[in-house]
């Protein structure tokens, strides 16, 4: 059992941690890749042009409409394809080979990114309009009035629903599996067909995965705590 | 609108990482799982090892070719290899009609009969019928020993994994109930749990399980199962279009069972010989 996971060639402690990095890593610039597709969409929606609303109408219910793992398989098989039909236009025939990473960034921050744009949306319908007065009043225009007044508000807002995001981020790297990246999932998978000890290594997935969530609840928390100053905390009594 | 096509261009050549050329095999790119004991599988330092890696560095070396592996989950194994992620796939896969309206096989470098397995404490494990079941002989004594296993099997849940070829079979000649699985090591954990009655698998996947202390109690039962959609045995998985390097793998696989490598090889890692 010790043996298993100890480190170097003897043991996948080594390969287990290395599956973790990789899980953090997809998940990390995915919800990142995510919240810029939240900001610019969250805009679409709130945009007064119907084409922009369409669009993000279109984007959201179809990622948040079809299983997680229906969207990776798109990307990675249909992605490749499409990729190599295009460069085969352009008189390139050979073969094109998308990286796992970017595939599964891609994949993940597609998906993640469509909840954030709703987070994003609530957040921002729920600061009062005279917030976007008061801010005209002091002369504030345009991206000065967001950076200033609006903002700070929509993060305090939107934190708990982004650190909700956050997480089912991090479980559908699980998913990106298929695509070859060895994550922590693939990882176990790797290690229990090759030893037949799947409780071990299963376990152990389980237990990187709680650590990392644990981890970033923290950072979540303190997030919540920076951007709520000034707010009493409501609790229904 | 040139301009636009041309970032676009370089765009996904900045972020494709291997490009190879079709046509010349001096390198050739293995496709194989690295999670199948012990045809391929992964050691605890990180390198794929296994029947198949040692019966590839043999076939280049006969094939003048320098190999590569690609690891790949068995999920997507058949289409990586159609979109080129790899050449070929080695990765424990028998060559069925099914498989073959997509890809192409060389001829089977080793073959394993299918059989069922059971706890020793099931009423199953004293079942007895005919040695073998050619499911390509037509004649009564399959029929007869297809319903004599339907009969011990009466009532009985079945483990399979899925989309293979004894999927395939238990669909097409079986009544019982199917438990279907997506690994191997699941179904064999369901097993020796008594969630499932019986598991079809391959002998030498389900003798690596009855190795190891989870599977102590696991036994066989039943006909070596072979023929019919359960294929001519496990070979290496070619594009359709590379009937050239089909040709290249057919001979080095012809060769390595003439001057008995492949049965080295399977003694090795099977302890038995599979070779064709």
Redo the contacts between chains.
């Keep these: 059992m010790l043996e298993a996971i100890s480190f170097g060639d003897a043991g996948w402690g080594d390969e287990m941690l290395m599956g973790a990095f990789w899980t953090v890593a997809v998940s990390i610039s995915s919800i990142l890749l995510g919240l810029v597709i939240g900001i610019i969409f969250a805009g679409f929606k709130l945009s007064s042009i119907r084409v922009l609303n369409l669009i993000a109408e279109f984007y959201t219910t179809i990622i948040r409409g079809v299983p997680e793992l229906l969207v990776i398989y798109l990307l990675f098989f249909g992605g490749g394809s499409a990729v190599m039909y295009v460069a085969k236009i352009f008189g390139y025939f050979g073969y094109i080979e998308l990286q796992p990473f970017v595939i599964g960034t891609l994949a993940v921050g597609a998906i993640s990114g469509a909840y954030s744009t709703e987070v994003i949306r609530g957040a921002v319908n729920a600061i009062p309009r005279s917030q976007f007065e008061t801010g005209s009043a002091l002369g504030l225009k345009g991206f000065r009035l967001y950076q200033k007044i609006i903002f700070p508000q929509v993060a305090r807002l939107a934190l708990p629903g982004i650190g909700n995001v956050w997480q089912i981020t991090l479980k559908d790297t699980a998913l990106i599996s298929v695509t070859g990246l060895v994550e922590i999932m693939r990882q176990s998978r790797i290690a229990s067909g090759s030893t037949h000890e799947p409780f071990i290594f299963y376990t152990i997935a389980i237990i990187l995965y709680l650590i990392i969530t644990r981890v970033s609840n923290v950072a979540f928390d303190k997030a919540e705590i920076r951007y709520s100053r000034g707010f009493v905390k409501r609790k229904i009594s | 609108m040139k301009k636009i096509?041309l970032i676009?261009?370089s765009l996904?050549?900045a972020?494709?990482?291997?490009?190879?050329?079709?046509g010349d095999w001096s390198k050739i790119r293995i496709g194989t799982?690295?999670?199948?004991?012990p045809w391929n599988?992964?050691?605890?330092?990180?390198n794929i090892v296994g029947a198949e890696i040692d019966l590839a560095n043999n076939l280049c070396e006969r094939m003048n070719a320098e190999c590569t592996f690609?690891?790949?989950?068995w999920?997507?194994i058949i289409?990586?290899l159609t979109?080129?992620?790899y050449d070929v796939i080695m990765a424990g896969m028998s060559v069925t009609d099914e498989r073959k309206k997509t890809i192409s096989f060389s001829k089977a470098y080793m073959t394993e009969p299918a059989r069922f397995f059971t706890l020793n404490s099931s009423p199953l494990s004293t079942f007895s019928s005919a040695k073998n079941l050619n499911l390509d002989d037509d004649g009564s004594a399959t029929a007869g020993t297809i319903s004599s296993l339907n009969n011990a099997l009466k009532g009985a849940k079945l483990g399979v994994t899925v989309a293979t070829i004894h999927e395939d079979f238990a669909n097409s000649y079986l009544d019982t109930d199917l438990k279907i699985y997506p690994?191997?090591?699941?179904m064999?954990?369901d097993l020796a749990a008594g969630r499932i009655d019986a598991m079809l698998c391959d002998v030498g996947t389900a003798e690596?399980?009855m190795g190891?202390a989870?599977?102590a109690n696991v036994v066989t039962f039943g006909p070596n199962v072979f023929g019919g959609p359960l294929g001519e045995g496990v070979g290496a998985g070619i594009r359709q279009s590379d009937t050239d390097l089909k040709a290249m793998f057919d001979k080095a696989i012809a060769d390595a069972a003439a001057d008995g490598t492949i049965t080295k090889i399977s003694m090795q890692w099977f302890g038995k010989d599979l070779a064709p």
Excluded at chain 2, 15 to 22: G, L
Excluded at chain 2, 41 to 46: E, H, N, R, V, W
Excluded at chain 2, 183 to 186: G, R
Aim: charged share 15%.
């Design positions: 096509n676009f261009i996904i050549l972020i494709s990482s291997t490009i190879a050329i079709a799982e690295g999670a199948y004991e599988f992964t050691d605890s330092a990180g690609v690891q790949q989950d999920d997507g289409p990586a979109q080129g992620k690994t191997q090591d699941e064999n954990l690596a399980f190891t989870g599977g």
